[in-house]
C-alpha cells in the first residue's frame, strides 16, 4: 500500500518561487509516471506536470509551462514542483498523484485515473 506525502505549501508574494515535495513510501514507485495536480476553490481539480519514472521525460500543463519544473529522486522517493515567477491565479491546493505508465498518461487520464494520490498541500500567492 504506497502513501504520497506532500509538503512545501505556503504564503508567498506574486513574482515569487516555492519548491513543493512528495515523499512515496510503502512500495517502489520506479514504474509510476509521478507528478502534480492542483485545485483551485470551486474548479475542477487540474494537471498541472507529470516526469516519467526516471525523470527523463516531462509533460506540463500550459498555464505553467516555462515557469514550473518537475524532477524526481528515485535514491529519495521524491518528486518535486518547483515553481517560479508565481502569479495569484496559481493558488489551490496541490496534490501529489502517481499512475502506470508516462507523463502524458497523467495528462491523459486526468483527476479520475490515478493510481495514488497525496492529501495536498496549500499554496496561496498574493498580488
Known amino acids: 500500500q504506497g502513501q504520497l506525502v506532500e509538503s512545501g505549501g505556503g504564503l508567498v508574494q506574486a513574482g515569487g518561487s516555492l519548491r513543493l515535495s512528495c515523499a512515496a513510501s510503502g512500495r517502489a514507485f520506479s514504474t509510476y509516471a509521478r507528478g502534480w495536480f492542483r485545485q483551485a476553490p470551486g474548479k475542477e481539480r487540474e494537471f498541472v506536470a507529470a516526469c516519467s519514472w526516471n525523470g527523463g521525460s516531462t509533460y506540463y500543463a500550459e498555464s505553467v509551462k516555462g515557469r514550473f519544473t518537475v524532477s524526481r529522486d528515485n535514491a529519495k522517493n521524491t518528486v518535486y514542483l518547483q515553481m517560479n515567477s508565481l502569479k495569484p491565479e496559481d493558488t489551490a491546493v496541490y496534490y501529489c498523484?502517481?499512475?502506470?505508465?508516462?507523463?502524458?498518461?497523467?495528462?491523459?487520464?486526468?483527476?479520475?485515473?490515478?493510481?495514488?494520490w497525496g492529501k495536498g498541500t496549500l499554496v496561496t500567492v498574493s498580488s
Open positions: 498523484a502517481a499512475v502506470q505508465g508516462g507523463p502524458n498518461t497523467m495528462f491523459e487520464k486526468g483527476q479520475y485515473g490515478m493510481d495514488y
